[in-house]
């Protein structure tokens, strides 16, 4: 044998084995693997077309997929001597010093087989002198043994010896270059498929990233760049649509060297929307997708040529430098767009490019995570509801690192719109809008659940609540609506252990302590609470219903009328106990307290016998004979003065209403008198009250004046009366002079002129205004006026 024969045989025996051992790894390869190494075809495919690329001139690719056959063709280069060797032996010549080929006929093509052993290899052939010879080869990777691997790589190798020796038919031009691929058994089929959905999804970022390739064309549907738009403000960031993508769509990409990063995007009603990020799709591509990387910790695609990247074109190399290198351009890039976002009102959607997966595992993807992560949470990029419609950004963290942004958590997913509408409500966090609350769970998870809420009603109040609540008047709703929603989610049992609820002080307190109020009588409950029983504070605030179906199971937890007529009568029995023993006064108090049990007694006798069965008996001993005797007198006062029972109520609440009016120092003459007008209209007992007190007053003068020597006036008050010029205007004589008397009661230190007729006679220079307060008589000069006034200039302008 020549040494020629042995240089041949061994580098025979050394291609062999390369392809055996990449034959052996595949088809032994779990099904998982397996899966992956098939998803890979069409890229890899793609690739080596890519690599034939006519200088200064791009290429046009055809894939078809009908009948269990893929035909996959292109119009660059056709095979040369070198390219059909590579392929045959897999000892690849693709990379030198002067270019950098990014797949051609290595060890990826061998991939392809998972799909057919057998591909059949059409064309044209190159010869000398630029002559083509048409082509038609088999690369058969058959067989289970490595002697079968050889023997077929050897027939090869002399059917490639014939193929280059064939002078016949020479041609100008060549032809385009297919690969046929027979598809036999369903996972074969469901792996092809699979790679025509990762086609579809990456292709807009191929065409993108690679400048070799015009167009492809699969089963007749053309994907070719057909629009391109350099940003005018910022000339890294480019729009780049596909002719077969959404309408209005495309990819936006910023570019610095040779790093590119890239996004979907969609243009809506003048706003760009930032379309999700398929978790199927790679998110490093070096020109092409590197299967692999879907879980890569960057949020958007990010491509370089330069990337150095395994073997198997499923990563890229962690401890290269260059890579880092690339990885932190990229960093850079992304921060650029997170910025762009915070800065212009028109994007929408940010959450979709802004969803990062951490890693452990590489040092790259650790800087990549942690430096993103950090910026994205930091940045104003989060539209916040606002229940006026304005448009708001805000940061998910402050600048120290606190979390300012609430995002609702439930366990049923269902609620979680639910919760969300209750949080619309409530002023005390911000909340992204409802069409982007989910969407930003997925980047910063959620932190705003039911035990959060309920953890604002600690130690707080109805009043405290209601000032963060939109809808103030509706806070009752609003409870009711979250301890519903929150019953619905975690159940009632869950709740119930934790919850903080509202009594009937308005305060909140643990359910623990609280129970139902089951129509209990108002005022037991207020005669109970002054008893020191404050039960107010044990009773669920009535407006809360949510527990309603938890108070029928649990009849321990609900309070009756009966429950609070059994502790009145205990603490009622020990004060009259302690008074018997002790021999001690009834407190003031006390009485008060005992005149408003007698009295509900008076008024509800029969509920009285069922509910007091014990102190009803011996209610005598309630009222002691001089309360009694003081409580008579009032009762025949009020008959004296045709008072009804019923009209008691008003008549003391707008005696107050006048003491009030009248005591207010801030308000003027003509606010004091539009007031009082208002309330002495109101009630005909009002009205009849400011009657007695001009009567009375204008009795008390008329007496008092007619007992002074230098005043005349009629014989008698009712002559006076049917004299006078209005209710309190009288005509009267002073040292034999005709003069007006003027009367006002004095009644709590103020007069109030409350007549027109009572400044007119004012006027007038013979006038006395008196004063009467139900025991004195008083004449009150101008000068007594200009004292208590501290009125010292008196402007004559308007006079």
Known sequence: MSNEDILLNKVLDASSNTIWDELKKIKESSEIEKRTIRRRWIWELIQNASDCTPKEKKIDIKIDYSNDQIIFSHNGLPFSYENLLDLITQISSKQSSEEKKTGKFGTGFMSTHLLSEIVLIEGSFTQKDSKYTKLKFTVDRSGNEYNHIKTKTKAMLEQLVFVSNNQEKLQENYEDTKFIYSIKGDEIREAVEEGIVDFKEAIPYVLAFNENINSITYNGELYKIIKEIQSPKNEKMKFVQVNNSIENGGLLLLSEGEVTIGCAIEWKDNRMYFLPIPKTIPKVFCEFPLLGTEGFSFPIIVNSRLFEVEKDRNAIRDSNELNMKLIKVAVSLYKQLIDFCSNKETTRNEFNICILKPSTSSIIQAYSYNEIKEYIEKTAIVHIYDHLGGLKRLSFKDKNGNVTIGIPVTKKSVNKDYLWELLSNYNGISIPTKDTYLGWAAVFGENVGFSWIN????????????????????????????????????????????AFVPNQDNEFVQFSNIYLDENIDNELKQILTLLDGNISEQLLNLSIISFNNYFKEHPNKVKTNQTCSDQIDIKVSQLLSKEAIDRIERKESTQKIFNRLTNWFLSNPEKSVVWFKNLYSKRMMLSSPEENLRRYKIAEKIEENNIKYEELDDIINNRDKVMEIINNSELSRDEIIDQLKHVVNSTEEMKRYVEKLLFRSTENIFKYLSSLKNYTLPATLEEWMNEKYSDTVFPAKYKGDDIRIVIRPSDHQKIIFYYDEELEALDDYAYQLWTDDGEKQVMVTLGDLLKTTGISKIPLTKI
């Open 455 to 498: 953890s604002i009603f600690k130690e707080s109040s109805i009043d405290k609540l209601v000032d963060y609540l939109k809808d103030k008047d509706l806070y009752g709703n609003w409870l009711n609506n979250f301890y519903s929603l929150w019953i619905s989610d975690s159940g009632i049992e869950d709740v119930v252990k934790l």
